[in-house]
C-alpha cells in the first residue's frame, strides 16, 4: 500500500520538488541490491538526474518498498510516471491535486477525523439538529464560504440514493416538504424509516440501479450537497469521484486523491477499473451541462446534482440501467438565515428576510443582491415583460417542470419543488410579490390565465393542481379583498385523539359574510350589496395591528396562514384559510399567533374550498374560535 504522507525528508528540500514511488522488490541479496534491481527494471526508468533522497521503511516487507526522490529541475512530474496499486491509476496517467483537496483528504480519510470537519450550529428544527462542514477551494467551479450548512434536505438525499443504490424504495416527501400538498401522509413505518440511519451499499448492491439524480431550482445548493457526500465517504473511507468540471475529475481512494483526466483513448480501460463500490459524484452546471458519455457504462452509482434540463437529465435515457429523479426542497427562512451568517455576515438579516420574501429562496441570487434589492427588481421586471403567455405556461404547468425556451428566466420568476413523491415535482411563483408583478404585466389577460387554470388544469389534471391552485387560491383573496357578500357553510366537528375533525354537514346552517370598506361582519340573512373593498398589507409576522385591512404573508413558502381580516372597531379577526384539496391543515401556528397578538378579539374561522372537505383542527386551538364557516369556492365565487 502507498504511504500517504511524505517521510522526513532534508529540511532543504521543497515538498513541492518530491515524489513518492512504490517499488516492488526482487527476491534475494540485501536492500541496496534489491532497491537497485527494481529502479533499473522499471518499465519507465528515473531520470539518472534523479536524486534518491529517503528510502522507507528502514525494515521493509518482503515484496514493496517506498521511495522519496527529488526530481530534476528541468523534469515534468507528469513525465514520470507513479506505480499505484488501484487498476484505475494504473489504466491512466494521474495528475497531482491542488493542496486544498489534499488537506481535505488527510482530515476526512487518513485523520477520520469528523470533529475537524463538521460542528454544530446553535438552530435546530423540530429536533433536527443543523451541522456545517469545512468548505474547500479545490474545487474552482463551486462557490463556497468558510462553511456549509447541512440541511435536512442533504441527509435525507442521502439517505434515499443508498436506499435506492441497495434495491430498496425512495421514501415519500414528508408532508412537512410537500407543504402545499395537503393530502400527503406518511405512513408510520415511513416515518420511523425517515429517521433511521442507512448504511452505505453493499459492493453486491444490485447493478441495474446506477443513476440517482437530484433535482431542483437552481441556486438552492444542489452541487454543494455533493461535496457533502464526498466528505461523508471520505469518512468512511470509500472510494469516490468527483467531477464538477469538464476534461477531468478528482478520484479519491486508499492511496491518495488523484486528478484523473477524461481520456476517450483509455475509456474502456477507464470503465472496467473505476470500482463497483465507488460512487461518482457529477454536478451539471453552466460549463459542463451533461456528463461524459462514460457514465453509462460505469458499475459504479452515479449521484448527479443538475437543474431540470433536458441537457442536463436526457443523457441517461439510453443506458441500460435504472434511474430515478429526487426533486429537493428550497430552504425555508429560517435555515437561510442560517445559511447567510456562514456565508454572508456583512448582509444584514433584515436585507435577507426582505428579499427572500420578496423574490424567493435562491441562496445565489440572495449572496449576488440581498444588499442591491433596487437594482435586482429592475432586472426582474425586465426578464418578466419578456416572457410570453404561452412561455408563462410552460414554466408553470409542464409536467415534470423541465425544459422549455429561454429557461434561464425560470429560476428568476418560479420555484421547482417536489410532489407527494420525490420524483414529481411541480413548478409556482417563488411568491406573491413576483405574482403580483407578473399579473400587473399581462393586466386582463391575467384572468385567462386563471381561468385556464382553474377550468382545464385544476379540475383535470392532478400533476398541475399544486401550480393551478396558487393561482386560484391568490385570486379569491383579490375577490374577497374587494369587498361583496358571499353565502357560508357551518363546520360541524368530531372529536378524535388529538385533532377535531371539521367538515360540512348535509343540512348545515348558513350565514353571510359581508366585506366592505366599513367593515366586516357574519349576518344571517343576505344583505344589501356592501361597496367598498379593504386595503391589503403585506406582513413577514404576525403583529398586532389596529387599521381594518386584509393581511396577507409575504412569503410562500413559509406563511403560517393564508390571510387574514382585521375588524378593530368590532375587536373581530376573520382568519382566511383558502384550500383546494378535500383535506386541509388548519395552520395551528398562525392560529396561535394571532390569539397571542390580538388580545381581547373575537376570532372566526373560515376556509374557502370545495364542499367534501375536512379539517383536522388542533384541540389546542379549537377553543379559540367563535365560529367555523366554509365558503364554496365555485366558478360564481371566483369569476363572478
Not at 37 to 53: F, G, N, Q, V
Not at 90 to 108: C, G, H, M, N
Not at 127 to 147: K, N, P, V
Not at 158 to 163: M, W, Y
Amino acid at each position: 500500500m502507498v504511504q500517504q504522507e511524505k517521510p522526513n525528508l532534508l529540511k532543504r528540500i521543497d515538498a513541492d520538488e518530491l515524489d513518492l514511488f512504490e517499488i516492488f522488490l526482487p527476491s534475494g541479496h540485501d536492500l541496496a541490491t534489491r532497491v537497485k534491481d527494481a529502479i533499473d527494471h522499471r518499465s519507465e526508468p528515473l531520470d539518472p538526474t534523479t536524486e534518491i533522497i529517503e528510502i522507507f521503511p528502514n525494515n521493509p516487507p518482503k515484496k514493496t518498498i517506498h521511495i522519496a526522490v527529488k526530481l530534476p529541475d528541468d523534469a515534468v512530474k507528469s513525465d514520470v510516471r507513479h506505480i499505484y496499486q488501484h487498476p484505475l491509476l494504473q489504466a491512466i496517467q494521474p495528475d497531482s491535486v491542488t493542496r486544498d483537496l489534499k488537506e481535505l483528504y488527510r482530515l476526512a480519510w487518513k485523520s477520520s477525523n469528523r470533529k475537524s470537519l463538521f460542528r454544530p450550529e446553535s438552530a435546530n428544527n423540530g429536533g433536527f439538529q443543523y451541522e456545517s462542514i469545512i468548505a474547500t477551494q479545490g474545487f474552482a467551479e463551486l462557490y463556497m464560504a468558510d462553511r456549509i450548512l447541512i440541511t435536512p434536505e442533504y441527509k435525507a438525499a442521502l439517505s434515499d440514493a443508498k436506499r435506492w443504490f441497495s434495491g430498496g424504495t425512495v421514501l415519500p416527501t414528508p408532508p412537512s416538504v410537500a407543504g402545499n400538498n395537503d393530502d400527503v401522509e406518511m405512513r408510520p413505518a415511513e416515518e420511523k424509516a425517515s429517521e433511521e440511519e442507512v448504511a452505505w451499499p453493499a459492493t453486491n448492491r444490485i447493478s441495474d440501479r446506477s443513476f440517482f439524480i437530484v433535482l431542483g431550482t437552481p441556486g438552492i445548493g444542489k452541487s454543494l450537497f455533493l461535496y457533502y457526500v464526498l466528505v461523508e465517504r471520505l469518512l468512511a473511507g470509500l472510494p469516490t469521484c468527483f467531477q464538477t468540471s469538464p476534461g477531468f475529475y478528482t478520484f479519491w481512494c486508499e492511496e491518495g486523491v488523484f486528478r484523473i483526466p477524461l481520456d476517450d483513448r483509455f475509456r474502456r480501460q477507464v470503465v472496467m477499473a473505476i470500482p463497483d463500490d465507488a460512487w461518482f459524484l457529477v454536478d451539471s452546471n453552466e460549463m459542463y451541462p451533461t456528463p461524459h458519455g462514460m457514465l453509462k457504462d460505469v458499475k459504479a452509482c452515479v449521484v448527479q446534482a443538475a437543474s431540470p434540463r433536458d441537457n442536463h437529465i436526457r443523457w441517461t435515457d439510453k443506458a441500460h440501467t435504472h434511474h430515478v429523479h429526487w426533486y429537493i426542497k428550497p430552504s425555508p427562512l429560517k435555515e437561510s438565515l442560517l445559511m447567510k451568517r456562514l456565508n454572508c455576515p456583512e448582509t444584514t438579516d433584515d436585507q435577507w428576510e426582505d428579499f427572500f420574501e420578496k423574490y424567493g429562496p435562491s441562496t445565489r441570487l440572495l449572496v449576488l443582491h440581498a444588499k442591491t434589492p433596487d437594482r435586482f427588481q429592475s432586472q426582474l421586471w425586465d426578464k418578466i415583460r419578456k416572457v410570453t403567455l404561452p412561455m408563462l405556461r410552460a414554466l408553470l404547468f409542464a409536467t415534470p417542470a423541465v425544459d422549455v425556451k429561454e429557461v434561464q428566466l425560470s429560476p428568476w420568476i418560479c420555484g421547482i419543488h417536489p410532489g407527494s413523491s420525490r420524483d414529481e415535482s411541480y413548478c409556482t411563483f417563488h411568491t406573491p410579490t413576483i405574482m403580483a408583478m407578473v399579473k400587473k404585466v399581462y393586466q386582463d389577460q391575467w384572468m385567462e390565465e386563471v381561468a385556464y387554470a382553474y377550468g382545464s388544469l385544476f379540475k383535470n389534471n392532478p400533476f398541475t393542481r399544486v401550480p393551478a391552485g396558487h393561482m386560484l387560491e391568490d385570486r379569491v383573496h383579490d375577490v374577497l379583498m374587494k369587498g361583496g357578500c358571499w353565502e357560508m357553510s357551518s363546520l360541524t366537528g368530531r372529536s378524535g385523539p388529538k385533532n377535531n375533525i371539521y367538515q360540512i354537514p348535509p343540512t348545515a346552517s348558513t350565514a353571510w359574510l359581508v366585506i366592505s370598506s366599513a367593515g366586516v361582519r357574519i349576518d344571517k340573512t343576505r344583505p344589501v350589496q356592501s361597496t367598498g373593498a379593504l386595503e391589503l398589507h403585506w406582513f413577514r409576522n404576525i403583529e398586532s395591528e389596529s387599521k381594518l385591512g386584509y393581511y396577507r404573508p409575504r412569503s410562500m413558502i413559509q406563511r403560517t396562514l393564508d390571510a387574514y381580516i382585521v375588524d378593530p372597531n368590532d375587536k373581530s379577526v376573520f382568519m382566511i384559510q383558502t384550500t383546494l384539496a378535500k383535506r386541509h391543515d388548519a395552520k395551528p401556528g398562525g392560529s396561535k399567533d394571532l390569539r397571542d397578538k390580538y388580545k381581547g378579539y373575537t376570532f372566526h374561522y373560515i376556509v374557502v374550498g370545495e364542499q367534501e372537505i375536512e379539517i383536522p383542527m388542533p384541540k389546542a386551538i379549537d377553543m379559540m374560535w367563535e365560529s367555523r364557516w366554509c365558503i364554496h369556492a365555485d366558478e360564481k365565487m371566483l369569476f363572478p
